[in-house]
């Protein structure tokens, strides 16, 4: 296959690699306050994922200027259509992770993902609100994409001084979430099964409520009843796609596997602001299990996606 070709199939789902690594990057700057692990740590993986971003926005940019076409057939997808907000989703992240190295960037980063972010939940929205061929069968975990973006954005959101705009944000975020959480398990109790490259995307089910706990103490300042609902959500979540962890190490490697890398980052980070909030030292063991849980994994995702990349298993067309 030419490269034009592949070009050609170049998946908006690769911004859940950009996802991936901020969160990450984010787990180990919080590391250094809480393990008081080296801060190289966690500007290198900034500088890593800045990079990843922009090398992939050039990719997708190319796609959509040689081959609009494709770009369009994504955005009538039902599953694909849902990972056009990893791309604001992205920009809020980098914008997050770069508070305290660059702010100026960071504020107007967060800004532009932010303007973007909510131009494309009203689209995703609309779209299912007006569709003429989605199916019970076609929901999946991904649905969440465009609502985890809304949680995020109090972030970022509380330390550069915009409160009312991320109590709007958040707001959206959890109606969202709520409605699209009772319609997946609906479809998980009651109809088929998810096909086996859609099933990793059910550790996305975990990062809105570990980020929406993140961002509820920022919002009130302090851990209240809605925090450790959140929180405990998130919690058992990881604990119950834990237990299935045979059943997801029988999957073949799909890009798809990358729904574990940002969750498992969200929830790290969500159980070390538990352990800032109630000094229990076994959070703190938790958190830092599942800070060497979250880098193992992403490390053999970037592994994964290499060696997929170089047997031409990438920027193909669907089986």
């Not at 922009?54 to 940019?61: D, E, K, N, P, T």
């Not at 969750?263 to 352990?275: K, M």
Request: aromatic share 12%; proline share 6%; glycine share 8%.
């Amino acid at each position: 296959m030419s490269g034009e070709e592949r070009l050609a199939h170049f998946p908006v789902a690769f911004f859940a690699v950009v996802m991936g690594l901020s969160g990450l990057t984010l787990v180990w700057q919080h590391a250094a306050g809480v393990l008081a692990a080296p801060a190289a740590v966690g500007a290198g993986l900034a500088g890593v994922t800045v990079v990843t971003f922009v090398l992939l926005a050039g990719f997708y940019a190319a796609k959509l200027l040689r081959h609009p076409g494709a770009v369009r057939e994504e955005l009538e997808h039902p599953v694909r259509l849902s990972f056009f907000p990893a791309i604001s989703i992205s920009l809020i992240l980098i914008g997050t992770l770069l508070l305290e190295l660059v702010p100026p960037l960071a504020h107007g980063l967060w800004v532009i993902g932010t303007l973007l972010h909510l131009g494309l939940t009203l689209y995703v929205v609309g779209c299912w609100m007006h569709h003429e061929r989605y199916e019970i069968a076609h929901i999946n975990p991904a649905w969440f994409i465009p609502a985890v973006g809304n949680i995020l954005v109090p972030l970022a959101g509380i330390p550069l001084g915009y409160p009312a705009i991320s109590w709007f944000f958040f707001s959206v975020g959890l109606l969202f979430w709520i409605v699209l959480l009772t319609i997946v398990f609906y479809r998980m109790f009651f109809h088929a099964p998810l096909p086996a490259r859609l099933l990793p995307t059910l550790f996305i089910m975990i990062a809105p409520p570990a980020v929406g706990f993140v961002a509820w103490t920022r919002l009130v300042g302090q851990l209240d009843a809605m925090g450790l609902i959140l929180v405990n959500i998130g919690l058992f979540l990881t604990l119950l796609l834990a237990t299935q962890a045979r059943r997801f190490a029988a999957l073949p490697f799909f890009l798809s596997f990358w729904a574990y890398s940002f969750p498992l980052a969200a929830i790290t980070i969500a159980t070390f602001t538990y352990h800032e909030l109630t000094g229990s030292q076994a959070l703190l063991w938790l958190g830092t299990g599942l800070l060497g849980v979250t880098t193992l994994v992403i490390a053999w995702l970037i592994a994964l996606t290499l060696k997929a990349a170089r047997e031409g298993r990438i920027c193909v067309p669907e089986a």
